[in-house]
């Protein structure tokens, strides 16, 4: 097709978009010409913006590293990663679900820990937390044998990774529910932090005045053959960014009660006070197990 006015250009497009043979590509590529051809014509892009915009998503591809995704940054930055994980659960957006964002800091190969022990693998100064949860279907049923891998930051608001100071795998830990669907084990509170922003991310938050912390969560990722695989986060309420998350992933059902006590722990004496526990139910879906590509190794 000969183009002849800047409308030639969408048709000629979308006619050969209509040429892919998969129909969800097909689908996906014509909406995606459709919205995208109609964005440039609303805020009229200039040549310069387009230049710019194609230089920033180079550097947020080069900005790949074993340790960091500064894409998956963007696109909780942007409120996408939430958008994409509630329409896609909890009935189809209908109603509340345990799924939230995988963020950029999972790892594959958690060490196993037995219920009840310690995710704790280097010196790691805090108040001790107490988690005790339990994974559930939708109807309530308990669900045994699941896999539970969980993960946070340290006290000072870094992941392992992040942290020459800390262990191999410090705060990482993976469990399996028992017979009611139960895990429990013992970490530090951990605290919120700010996510990296010495790259495309952190100008574009400076630039709209934007913090750049999360509130403290607790990750967890559930696998069990018969279920979708369940991502969540539980986050601290008495966080003062609980109402201004930079990723956007903080929902109503995915608000933890992290409490605090003052008194001697009733099982260990040793433990220092205050000390704080964490009761939460997961509720996971039916569907496909199928593990994450992991964002960072």
């Keep these: 097709m000969v183009i002849r006015t800047q409308e030639d250009v969408t048709a000629a497009v979308l006619q050969v978009m209509e040429q892919t043979a998969d129909d969800r590509l097909r689908e ?6 459709k919205h995208l051809h109609a ?19 180079n550097e947020i591809g080069q900005l790949q590293t074993d340790s960091h995704n ?10 996408v990663s939430t958008l994409v994980c509630l329409l896609n659960n909890g009935d189809q957006g209908q109603t509340e679900t345990s799924q939230s964002l995988l963020g950029p800091f999972w790892r594959l190969n958690s060490p196993r820990v037995e219920n009840g022990g310690t995710i704790i693998r280097s010196d790691t100064p805090g ?39 800390q262990a191999e795998m410090n705060l990482r830990g993976k469990f399996t529910t ?30 709209q005045g934007r913090h750049p912390y999360r509130p403290a969560h607790l990750h967890a990722l559930i696998f069990k053959e018969g279920y979708k695989t369940l991502i969540s986060q539980v986050f601290d309420p008495s966080d003062p960014n609980i109402d201004s ?28 006070v205050p000390w704080f526990s964490l009761e939460y139910t997961y509720v996971m879906e039916p569907g496909e197990a ?3 590509r992991a964002p960072i190794k």
């Design 70 to 79: 500064e894409f998956v940054l963007m696109s909780g930055s942007l409120g």
């Design 178 to 207: 028992d017979a009611e669907g139960r895990f429990w084990f013992s970490t530090v509170k951990m605290v919120g932090y700010p996510i990296p922003v010495d790259g495309v991310v952190g100008r574009l938050l400076k630039t």
């Design 28 to 33: 996906i590529l014509t909406a995606l010409v």
């Design 245 to 272: 998350d930079v990723q956007f992933g903080v929902t109503s059902a995915l608000t933890g009660d992290f409490v605090r006590h003052d008194e001697p722990h009733p099982d260990d004496p040793n433990v220092n």
């Design 39 to 57: 964005f440039v014509r609303e805020v009229r892009l200039t040549e310069p913006e387009f230049r710019e915009a194609t230089a920033v998503l």
């Design 127 to 165: 108040s001790p937390l107490f988690v005790h949860a339990r994974v559930v279907d939708a109807q309530g049923r308990s669900i045994a044998g699941a896999e539970v891998d969980v993960w946070h930051a340290s006290p000072i608001g870094l992941y392992e990774n992040q942290d020459p100071d």
């Design 290 to 292: 199928v593990l994450p």
